[in-house]
């Protein structure tokens, strides 16, 4: 199986989500705590406004307040309301109804000493006595604004050169805080590479030989045990097909290519002979002739391979595998302990197995389901406890 | 139809009138304080029509120096007013009347 030079662990995904998911709650956080700052900037902006505006119209305030008195007590005279060059006034009685007003603005605030409506500066002031009935005497100023401009240029360069500089030191903090974990994956990937790589020498040395040794000079009890030997030797060189697929698969050198998928099996079932033959199975093959497929033969092999180790894995002593394969068809079926209706659903998930007994890591169905998901081909799995397990592909 | 509703308001409004005139007037209007003043004075008392009505209509009731809105001396001096005796429905009324010839908001501008 051929692989690429790069990392076995895809570091520089694993990296990047990693680094996604940080920033986003980073720069999620940051825009939150600068748009609060920005607020509570902009309020206290508002009230400075406010405050000065506040001292001037309490002067106005006290040229207005003489005249509305006078024209109380002259209201049999003059019936003119008092009227201001500078500002605006209206006079509201205790219930809150407009008694008369020159105001701009529709929207006032009663309750409030001095705010901002609509454009215009409100100031309440309460006379000492209900001259005219007025309870509450608004003065008006419209607002000019530059207070707002201001602010406003404030906030969006302070804004802007905040959010960059937060923007650098959290790239700088993530690369960081991600420097150990770039260290351990350094550290795991060369594990990994070393290890596929000096397993794998001695398993090959070990079959190779197995099949140059003159086998028919040897006596029965020999035979035997050589070939167990070369059974477990192919049972490690597959589980280790497998480890490896899984880690590397991302950086395998993949190539599809027209298969015969009838040859393949027949290949692959005399790969599992031996087993088949120790296990006393009783093999029932319907291989239709030349059916092809594009695909890569690794992965292929990987494919068939799990699910023919698997038949006989969990098979019984003396059991039934049958194998067939039309166009468009292929069919599995071991007899054995079968899976419960439970575990049916997660037998393609990792690490997931319903036997303990039998040795395994738990991968190889869920090797089946990412090749077969890959080349679009449909995967079915049926089950009776104590009598028999089905698997099922179709494309 | 419309000619008797016409008459029918012509003469509740002359008859209002005239009770505003009978009850009120004939003594208010040889007093040497003008009535609109005794407005402008519930006005700076009370503010709103609402609170001058119940408070005219309070002292109207049952007449005393103490619920006056007018100084001591005035009152002293002018004599409290006598009990008018009249139903409390006539008497709103009348108050209405008097708000609707001096409430400052028809005269401001």
């Known amino acids: 199986m051929k692989a690429s030079n790069d990392m076995a662990i895809n570091l520089a995904h694993s990296e990047f989500k990693s680094l996604r998911a940080f920033f986003s709650l980073y720069l999620a956080l940051a825009l939150l705590v600068l748009t609060f700052i920005a607020y509570f900037y902009f309020q206290y902006q508002k009230n400075t406004m406010l405050f000065q505006w506040r001292l001037e119209l309490q ?44 105001l701009n603005t529709s929207t006032i605030n009663l309750n409030e000493v001095i705010s901002l409506n609509d454009g215009y500066i409100q100031f309440v002031i309460q006379p000492e006595a209900y001259y005219l009935g007025a309870k509450y005497i608004v003065l008006e100023v419209k607002d000019d604004e530059i207070w707002l401009t201001e602010t406003w240029n404030h906030i969006i360069i302070a804004f802007i050169i905040t959010f960059l500089l937060l923007i650098f030191s959290g790239w700088y903090l993530s690369k960081l805080f991600l420097r150990p974990m770039r260290h351990a994956i350094a550290l795991l990937d060369k594990f990994i590479k070393d290890t596929t790589h000096e397993l794998n020498t001695p ?46 698969h991302h950086n ?72 067939t394969l039309q166009k468009n068809l292929f069919i599995i079926e071991n007899s054995g302990k079968g899976i419960s209706k439970e575990k049916l659903p997660e037998v393609f998930s990792r690490f997931v197995r319903d036997d303990t007994v039998v040795g395994g890591f738990g991968i190889g169905l869920h090797i089946v389901s990412k090749i077969a998901k890959h080349y679009k081909i449909n995967t079915l799995i049926d089950s009776k406890p104590d009598e028999f397990t089905r698997v099922i592909l179709t494309w | 139809m419309v000619r008797i509703i016409i008459v029918l308001i012509v003469i509740l409004t002359f008859s209002y009138a005239d009770s505003f005139q009978k009850n009120c007037l004939e003594c208010h209007d040889k007093s040497p304080i003008t009535f609109d003043k005794f407005y402008m004075q519930y006005l700076i008392k009370f503010s709103s029509e609402k609170r001058i009505k119940e408070a005219m209509f309070y002292y109207l009731k049952d007449p005393k120096i103490e619920q006056s809105v007018m100084d001591v001396n005035i009152v002293n001096g002018m004599g409290i007013m006598p009990h008018l005796n009249l139903d409390d429905d006539t008497l709103m009324k009348l108050i209405n009347e008097y708000i609707r010839r001096f409430d400052v908001k028809r005269s401001l501008h």
């Open chain 1, 59 to 102: 002067l106005h305030s006290e040229s207005f307040l003489p005249k509305l008195k006078e024209r109380h007590f002259n209201f049999d005279i003059k019936q003119k309301y008092p009227r201001q060059n500078d500002f605006n006034t209206g006079i509201y009685d205790i219930d809150k109804k407009r008694i008369f007003s020159t």
């Open chain 1, 203 to 248: 398993v090959s040395t070990i079959l190779s030989n197995i099949e140059i040794i003159d086998q028919e000079n040897l006596d029965l009890k020999t035979k035997k045990s050589l070939q167990r030997i070369d059974i477990a030797s192919r049972t490690i060189s597959t589980l280790y097909d497998d480890l490896t697929f899984l880690v590397l």
């Open chain 1, 252 to 323: 395998l050198l993949s190539k599809d290519e027209i298969l015969n998928i009838s040859d393949i099996i027949n290949e692959r079932i005399e790969y599992f002979s031996l087993s088949i033959n120790q296990k006393k199975l009783n093999l029932d093959i319907d291989i239709s002739k030349n059916i092809i497929f594009t695909a890569d033969l690794n992965k292929m092999n990987r494919l068939f391979d799990n699910l023919i180790s698997n038949a006989i894995k969990y098979n019984i002593v003396g059991g039934e595998l049958k194998i």
